[in-house]
């Protein structure tokens, strides 16, 4: 079980195997599951050796057992319920909707339903339209649902725990699909190459190349656009000596907009990025949330960067023309700086 | 039987005369199907109903003062106002109003339940109209596939909403579930103690295996689907009427039983009216209505 931790994969692996030793209410459900397959992505592999009767491996019926996931969490247990390509979840948005975010608020806070799903979002591979979105503006949107994205640069088994046993309410966990094989990095003393790692709220990392200083301008994203905005800010930073802070959301709902403040007072400049489709992005809904409330701290308008309202075309000219660029985070940057 | 026909009744009363807010799904013509299914469980049991759940809350809780304080929107219903007609909760009663919708729920409590040791039953109640649902026969093949002890209640009382079931159903009920290896039983009527009676069967089996079983009830829904809408052939209503559930069972007392009956219900459903008519809404506040409090 305990084989060195070095890509993202192996380390939510890892934290779900030291979840299911500690807590045996802890139930992981979904399809393909058993080993030696070990699910879509590998990410449970070997749970279902070690823990046969907790491991349950699913039909294709994805709104048929978050729905009895649900009704699991009802009672006292504390399923973790993987949907295989987050672009499936639709599938179970009633379930979402009308079921496990309601049955707390409804019922007057009589029962919780502590059930969480893992999703995993993101493209870049050429999978084409339904096996590469980033939906997780669909589920901020609903009262009562904790929306949670984890990057590699979190504490992820401290992530995970959180997650799964830290809260009575109903959790969708957004993973990086692209980045299961990215090395795992989670913040240290020493901080990431050019950067200075912070953990500046629970959950909520920023990276500074300037010791948390003075600061041009304020990148928030958060899960697999963090590398890619991180990379933005480097070159950015060594090729116009520019001090782009970048803040990594771990929660995206409930959202802290406090977190913004600090960097915003120093950088009153705000851009928000993120894989997902521009209109009615996340960043729509952050954005004007720090626009009411730091107002005064701003000295431009908010920008977004964010994919083409499209869908990802599976040939990889046109998926890496629909997606966000390191090129499009950096113009946006520039041209936020920019702004007179 | 008599108290749910008269808490209906009421609430039919009070909407009709503007009194109450929002809709209602009453049972009115179901009650023997609500009384003698649930009077077999035990309060560990649970229940999980639909749109139409006030005969099922009132058999299995007895609380039909709690339901016309929640129906009437006041603090100290069911829900404290929040939840209305169609969404009840107690912790061992549930009701949500997206049909189909509680089904997979109803399943997964069961195998908790199951996981934990414990002997419980879930009774989950259907339709004719739910059973449009895809969810549901996800939910059927769970329930066979991984055992879980669900009595599944099909209450066929011919029309979902204002369409009859042969403009909606093709094949039977009951080969719906023997697709999913579910063994059934299937009644044609309203007498509540040939219901009790196979109903008894059916809870015990289930609680003994572990397994899911069905029950499948034929029956007639004599009010509207909720407040007035009702564009059905009075003819046939009437027929109906002869089978009602309530007369079938009074011609097996003898009158001054129920009268008794029928008088003593009267009154607490008046005092229930009466209570929740004078009890306090519930407060606007931020704490009340914050999404998230854990």
Redesign the interface.
């Known amino acids: 079980m305990s084989a060195p931790v070095t890509t993202v994969a192996s380390a939510i692996n890892q934290a779900l195997h030291v979840l299911m030793q500690s807590d045996e209410r802890v139930l992981i459900v979904g399809e393909d599951l058993l080993d030696p397959y070990g699910g879509a992505f590998k990410i449970t592999k070997g749970l279902s050796t070690n823990y046969p009767d907790r491991v349950l491996p699913t039909p294709i019926s994805e709104c048929g057992f978050v729905g009895a996931c649900g009704g699991m969490a009802l009672r006292g247990l504390r399923p973790v319920a993987e949907i295989m390509f987050g672009d499936f979840s639709a599938l179970i948005f009633d379930q979402l909707l009308n079921h496990l975010s309601k049955f707390a608020l409804m019922f007057d806070g009589k029962v919780s339903c502590p059930i969480t799903l893992r999703l995993p979002m993101g493209g870049r591979r050429g999978y084409g339209a339904t096996h590469s979105q980033c939906l997780e503006k669909y589920f901020v949107g609903i009262p009562g649902l904790r929306v949670m994205t984890v990057s590699a640069y979190h504490d992820i088994s401290a992530f995970y725990r959180e997650a799964v046993l830290g809260a009575e309410r109903p959790t969708i966990l957004i993973e990086d699909k692209t980045g299961y094989s990215q090395p795992y990095r989670p913040l240290n003393a020493n901080g990431i190459a050019e950067f200075e790692a912070r953990e500046i709220a629970p959950h909520t990392l920023a990276f500074s190349a300037n010791g948390f200083g003075s600061a041009d301008a304020t990148l928030v994203t958060y899960g697999g656009m963090t590398g890619l905005v991180l990379e933005a800010a480097k070159q950015l930073l060594f090729e116009r000596e520019l001090f782009v802070e970048v803040i990594v959301l771990g929660q995206l709902a409930p959202f802290r907009v406090e977190d913004l403040a600090d960097s915003l007072k120093r950088s009153g400049r705000l851009l928000f990025a993120e894989e997902g489709t521009r209109r009615a992005g996340v960043g729509a809904e952050i954005t004007a949330a720090a626009m009411e409330r730091y107002w005064k701290l701003l000295r431009a308008p908010m920008a977004r960067v964010a994919a083409r309202d499209f869908v990802i075309p599976a040939t990889k000219v046109l998926e890496d023309a629909v997606l966000p660029s390191v090129a499009d985070v950096k113009t946006a940057t520039l041209n936020l700086i920019n702004h007179p | 039987m008599t108290l749910i026909r008269l808490v209906e009744e009421g609430l039919l009363d009070l909407f009709s005369k503007g009194r109450l807010f929002g809709t209602t799904h009453t049972c009115i013509g179901q009650e023997a199907i609500a009384v003698g299914v649930l009077s077999h469980l035990k309060a560990s049991d649970i229940v999980v109903s639909n749109h139409r759940c006030h005969g099922h809350y009132i058999a299995f809780t007895d609380d039909a003062e709690g339901l016309m304080l929640e129906v009437m929107g006041r603090q100290g219903g069911v829900?404290?106002g929040?939840?209305g007609s169609q969404?009840?909760?107690?912790?061992q009663f549930?009701s949500?109003?997206?049909l189909g919708?509680?089904?997979?729920?109803?399943?997964?409590?069961?195998?908790?339940?199951k996981?934990?040791g414990k002997d419980t039953v879930v009774v989950v109640f259907l339709g004719d109209g739910a059973l449009g649902e895809?969810?549901v026969y996800?939910?059927l093949?769970?329930a066979s596939?991984?055992k879980a002890p669900v009595l599944f209640v099909v209450e066929h009382n011919q029309y979902a909403q204002s369409t009859p079931t042969r403009f909606q159903m093709a094949g039977t009920v009951a080969g719906r579930f023997a697709a999913f290896g579910i063994p059934h039983a299937e009644l044609n009527t309203n007498d509540v103690t040939v219901i009790h009676e196979s109903a008894g069967e059916a809870v015990g089996r289930v609680r003994a295996s572990g397994s899911p079983e069905c029950l499948i009830l034929h029956t007639y829904r004599l009010s509207p689907h909720s407040k007035g809408d009702d564009f059905r052939d009075p003819a046939e209503i009437a027929h109906w009427r002869e089978n009602d559930p309530l007369k079938l069972s009074a011609a097996q007392l003898e009158a001054e039983v129920a009268s008794r009956i029928e008088a003593e219900c009267q009154t607490r459903v008046q005092q229930a009216i009466k209570a929740a008519s004078a009890a306090p809404f519930p407060e606007a506040s931020e704490d009340n209505l914050s999404?998230?409090?854990?």
């Not at chain 2, 969404?87 to 912790?91: A, D, E, N």
């Not at chain 2, 999404?291 to 854990?294: D, F, N, Q």
């Open positions: 829900c404290n929040k939840g969404h009840l909760c107690t912790g549930f949500n109003g997206i919708g509680m089904v997979p729920g109803a399943v997964g409590m069961a195998l908790a339940e996981r934990m895809g969810l996800e939910s093949n769970l596939l991984w999404e998230y409090t854990s």
